[in-house]
């Protein structure tokens, strides 16, 4: 069974610009989840969606935002780019909405420069 | 406010023996608990979880111990191989919570020969 992909795997933008990374969850599951990763930080939380709906949010502003289709397939999108949110973005899948393992894909490292 | 800590950045173990790395926690309503192994630049592995209602779980080589009453949760490997040099992060959630997961700083393990 093939794992959770992601798309691109590297991206170098400006500030001021938008960006949008794909995920595609592993055949059966409908729960994706995304995280960010910075030395700084570490990994944290953005949001999780099941069957196309917004189960739970983090802590981030506005800019972040995200959407999940019909296939499950899902897209986050960052809106005016800040030198502060490049980062590693982690993608994760899991079948069960809750207390379920979440298998991750390989990120997308994104520079804002 | 760090809700799960993993205080060790870095552990050193010889080839063959057990590696022991903690994990502690300050939120009651978490219930379930997973361990993941992270290379730089990929995203992570899973690798055990339990659920609160157990206080031990084995999968080959890895244990994971929790201890509710100290909140306080350890991943054993037993023995020890070069290959499980990685950053370890243990990640925790709870049922309200969908399938967000917070996680540790990470703990730098490494192998020697």
């Known amino acids: 069974k093939a794992g959770v992909t992601q798309t691109p795997r590297y991206l170098i933008k400006t500030r001021g610009q938008q960006v949008t990374l794909s995920c595609s969850p592993i055949?059966?599951?409908?729960?994706v989840s995304w995280y960010q990763q910075t030395p700084g930080q570490g990994l944290q939380f953005l949001f999780e969606?099941?069957?196309?709906?917004?189960?739970n949010k983090g802590n981030f502003p506005g800019r972040f935002s995200g959407r999940q289709f019909s296939n499950s397939r899902s897209e986050m999108n960052v809106s005016t780019l800040e030198l502060g949110d490049s980062a590693l973005y982690l993608c994760a899948s899991s079948l069960l909405t809750t207390q379920d393992t979440q298998y991750f894909g390989p990120g997308t490292r994104l520079t804002v420069l | 406010d760090q809700q799960v800590k993993q205080n060790s950045p870095s552990l050193s173990v010889q080839e063959g023996r057990i590696s022991i790395l903690n994990c502690d926690y300050t939120n009651s309503m978490f219930d379930y608990f997973l361990w993941y192994k992270k290379y730089p630049a990929e995203g992570p592995t899973f690798l055990i979880s339990i659920s609160s209602i157990k206080d031990k779980n084995e999968d080959g080589r890895f244990t994971v111990f929790l201890n509710k009453s100290a909140k306080h949760l350890s991943l054993h490997i037993v023995p020890s191989q070069p290959g499980d040099s990685a950053v370890y992060f243990c990640?925790?959630?709870?049922?309200?919570?969908?399938?967000?997961?917070?996680f540790g700083t990470g703990t730098q393990l490494k192998v020697e020969l």
């Open positions: 990640a925790a959630s709870d049922t309200g919570g969908g399938n967000k997961l917070t």
């Open positions: 055949s059966g599951h409908r729960s």
């Open positions: 969606y099941f069957s196309e709906t917004q189960r």
